[in-house]
């Protein structure tokens, strides 16, 4: 069985930076990519970020050039570290792991930009 538990998130400022990260444990063979995804109160999930194994990296236009996904496979952790935070970021955080043969999606964070 294979488990995703988040960290981080929390109250951040407009224009301020905030770090989550995501660590799978269980009966762990291989992990494949490992992306976040967010959703927001009323809205559609829409995915943030994605690395690949190999550490390939995509992300939404939204947040280009703000955001950076990283993993540790030693430590089997996906991060998101997150910069000049705006107030439409503000969403639950999930990560989302491709694991053995399967996928698997954390509980999810809560992420709140606001004055």
């Known amino acids: 069985q294979v488990r995703l538990v988040e960290s981080g998130g929390g109250l951040v400022q407009p224009g301020g930076s905030l770090n989550v990260s995501c660590a799978a444990s269980?009966?762990?063979?291989?992990?494949?990519?490992m992306g976040w995804y967010r959703q927001a109160l009323g809205k559609q999930r829409e995915l943030v970020a994605i690395?690949?194994?190999?550490?390939?990296?995509n992300y939404a236009d939204s947040v280009k050039g703000r955001f950076t996904i990283s993993r540790d496979n030693a430590k089997k952790t996906v991060y998101l570290q997150m910069k000049s935070l705006k107030p439409e970021d503000t969403a639950v955080y999930s990560c989302?792991?491709?694991?053995?043969?399967?996928?698997?999606w954390g509980r999810g964070t809560q992420v709140t930009v606001s004055s």
């Open positions: 690395i690949t194994s190999d550490g390939s990296t």
């Open positions: 269980g009966s762990i063979f291989s992990i494949y990519n």
């Open positions: 989302y792991v491709g694991v053995n043969d399967s996928w698997y």
